[in-house]
């Protein structure tokens, strides 16, 4: 692995708080991305006769982040609530909802997710999952719908009596 690779995934590991574990992270993500660039192409500017202009576009290209970049309010508004309960002996609902919405003037705009999990279980060893997750977001930050959901379903199974 490349020095500077190397250094930035320690920085990753080391990191503690989430937020900037989550920089931390792009960092990676855009110092991989870069070199690998660059290598190739260094090895197509090497095969093939390029102008000054358009050697100069390419590497102002590598200069601005290939993730894009983010600017957003720092102050947000965030709200979880989450609520679990047993439904009946063998019925177990989990509820978490998560909104937030930044504190600024210019514009209207917040963030939706909330998450459903059902476990029914049948006996002490064998149980049935059922999960949906959905989030809204009015101004996402990357180029995706800005409704979107997932949901599954799956069986468990316990060698521990319970």
Do not use: C
């Amino acid at each position: 692995m490349h020095p500077h690779l190397s250094s930035l995934h320690e920085l990753y590991l080391a990191e503690t708080q989430p937020f900037r574990k989550v920089h931390r992270m792009i960092d990676l993500f855009e110092s991989i991305i870069k070199t690998h660039t660059v290598v190739i192409m260094s090895e197509y500017v090497r095969h093939n006769k390029l102008s000054d202009t358009a050697k100069g576009l390419l590497s102002q290209g590598l200069r601005t982040p290939s993730l894009g970049t983010v600017s957003r309010s720092m102050l947000k508004s965030n709200n979880v609530l989450r609520m679990t309960s047993n439904v009946g002996k063998h019925i177990e609902l989990s509820f978490i909802n998560f909104f937030q919405m930044p504190f600024s003037i210019d514009r209207f705009s917040f963030r939706w997710a909330a998450q459903l999990n059902v476990s029914v279980k049948f006996n002490s060893w064998l149980s049935l999952q059922l999960n949906y997750q959905s989030m809204y977001d009015t101004n996402p930050v990357v180029n995706i719908p800005a409704y979107y959901y997932t949901s599954s379903r799956g069986v468990g199974f316990s060698n521990r009596d319970n």
